[in-house]
């Protein structure tokens, strides 16, 4: 168990609506990264947050958006569903904001969105 | 272009004998280097990492890593693997001086053989 906790664990919707993913972070972890697992891009960075504020972007789309509150944890909000959105989405957490890369990330357990 | 390969899709082993997944990077710098294993249904674990110093590291679950600067590898071994070591081992690297978004390789999938 990382102490990431991520919920829920699945879901399944249809194409045209909006979900939200929620992650908490390891107690006193201030970084948390959300990263997007599908079969045709392989594991990819999306978005990270630092102490509430946005610090890196990866291949996120403009249909998704994130936020992080003052209780550190972290939602992924993703709209206007398409099929090829199907995919695992996890949430990892670390302490630092990282620029120095000797941060090790902890992964939750990652929610299955299901897209029909 | 700056990228991490891991080019063996999939392999098979028997129990017991030797593993070794490959890793090469192409990188400027040296980026830090990580390995991580996700087992079915599971996120990612770190098994380990080299950000500077030896350049053999040892990890959990008796799994090791040798980084080769003159190859741009890190390889991952193990000398007997379990049944349990049945999984997806992904490579992944953070170029130096960024953030710590991990850009990960597209994975090698192990199967072990009884």
């Known amino acids: 168990d990382s102490g990431v906790t991520q919920t829920p664990k699945h879901l399944i919707t249809a194409t045209g609506q909006r979900v939200t993913l929620r992650c908490s972070p390891r107690s006193g972890d201030l970084s948390v990264y959300w990263y997007q697992q599908s079969l045709d891009q392989g594991l990819q960075f999306l978005i990270q947050y630092y102490n509430g504020e946005e610090r890196a972007k990866g291949n996120i789309l403009e249909r998704f958006s994130a936020q992080q509150f003052p209780d550190l944890h972290s939602e992924l909000n993703l709209s206007s569903l398409e099929l090829g959105d199907s995919a695992l989405y996890f949430c990892?957490?670390?302490?630092?904001?990282?620029?120095?890369?000797?941060?090790?990330?902890?992964f939750g357990p990652g929610t299955r969105l299901t897209v029909l | 272009a700056q990228s991490v390969t891991q080019p063996d899709i999939h392999i098979t082993v028997s129990e017991g004998a030797s593993l070794e997944l490959r890793c090469n990077y192409s990188?400027?710098?040296?980026?830090?280097l990580f390995w991580y294993v996700q087992s079915p249904g599971q996120g990612l674990q770190l098994l380990l990492k080299y950000f500077s110093g030896d350049t053999l590291v040892q990890g959990i679950k008796g799994f090791e890593a040798e980084f080769k600067r003159s190859q741009s590898s890190f390889n991952l071994r193990k000398p007997s693997v379990h049944w349990s070591d049945a999984a997806e081992y992904f490579c992944?690297?953070?170029?130096?001086?960024?953030?710590?978004?991990?850009?990960f390789g597209t994975g090698t999938r192990l199967q072990v053989t009884l």
């Open positions: 990892a957490s670390s302490v630092a904001l990282g620029t120095s890369g000797e941060n090790e990330q902890f």
């Open positions: 990188y400027g710098a040296t980026p830090y």
């Open positions: 992944a690297v953070v170029p130096t001086g960024t953030a710590s978004k991990l850009t």
